[in-house]
């Protein structure tokens, strides 16, 4: 943290991940589209470029105590660029997010869909999907199974259930956060997580049973989802990080929403710059394969030791 006199007005929030095959590193933040540093919009210019130059350095005197490859800062938004240009980091722009603007109304959204997405969704629709909101334990541990499946589908390990037993007790109550299912006579078959902070909406996590992906269900529940925060005032959804291309990519630039690059900050502390953890090249893409072979209940019990060392 940075103050002035009695004041805190900025943060470097940081997570140390270790991993014998993705390396020592600092991330802000992990599992997120977004990172530090923080600070209070009052700043003039000049007491925020020093801020962050004092953070960074705090930044730089940790990772060295801790021997970290690098530290990387994910979309920082920061006022003076040169500041992290200057503090040795470079620029990594490997992912994407689309930003749809909920103001327009729930007709404009509508017709702001491409016609692939409008028909999936119009077919979600009349196929009998009911969708419902995820408010007791047993609904979390349904979402949970779905989500078990997708990561094994992916060839991704899993979290926890504690995870998702603690961001649900963290944030739901405060309707900061919100999980749907789709469910079709009564078995959970889709569901969606989102996270809301002042305006904006994000959408952080899908799961779905492959078996009914012919009824569209997560393309009914991103449109109830949409619909339910034009409802409650959000002015901005935003979907995700999401690399380009990709079949997430490909879904995502259906909802008329405007593509913004993620420009991400790293910063190399070895005497040669190595490389981040990259799922499509190959050594992953053999991993993720083997993984998609174990089965669910193996995969739930070390799933979560794994992932926390991935931490993309």
């Avoid at 119009?122 to 909101?133: M, T, V």
Wanted: overall charge positive; aromatic content about 10%.
């Amino acid at each position: 943290m940075y103050g002035l006199g009695s004041d805190i007005v900025g943060a470097l929030p940081l997570i140390h991940v270790k991993s014998m095959l993705f390396g020592n590193r600092l991330i802000s933040l992990p599992f997120c589209e977004y990172g530090g540093p923080f600070l209070q919009p009052h700043l003039k210019p000049e007491e925020a470029t020093d801020a962050t130059k004092k953070l960074l350095g705090a930044a730089d005197d940790l990772a060295n105590h801790l021997n970290a490859d690098y530290i990387e800062l994910r979309h920082p938004s920061v006022t003076d660029e040169s500041a992290l240009i200057n503090g040795g980091y470079d620029e990594q722009q490997s992912y994407v997010t689309f930003q749809i603007e909920l103001t327009r109304g729930n007709k404009q959204l509508w017709n702001s869909l491409d016609k692939k997405t409008r028909n999936a969704v119009r077919k979600s629709q009349k196929s009998g999907l009911e969708a419902q909101e995820v408010n007791e334990p047993a609904q979390l541990k349904e979402y949970y199974v779905l989500y078990l499946q997708t990561q094994k589908r992916l060839g991704s390990p899993p979290h926890s259930l504690k995870l998702f037993e603690n961001l649900f007790s963290a944030f739901s109550t405060s309707k900061k956060m919100r999980m749907i299912l789709a469910k079709l006579q009564g078995q959970p078959v889709a569901g969606i997580t989102v996270f809301c902070h002042g305006n904006n909406v994000f959408w952080w996590n899908n799961v779905s049973d492959i078996k009914h992906r012919s009824l569209n269900p997560t393309n009914l529940l991103l449109w109830n989802t949409i619909e339910w925060a034009v409802e409650n005032g959000y002015k901005t959804m935003d979907l995700g990080r999401t690399r380009k291309p990709s079949t997430s990519y490909e879904f995502k630039s259906g909802w008329g929403g405007e593509e913004k690059p993620l420009t991400d900050y790293v910063r190399f502390l070895s005497s040669h710059k190595g490389e981040l953890p990259d799922p499509s090249q190959s050594r992953y893409q053999f991993l993720s394969s083997v993984w998609s072979f174990l089965p669910v209940a193996v995969a739930k019990r070390i799933g979560p030791r794994i992932i926390k060392g991935i931490a993309l």
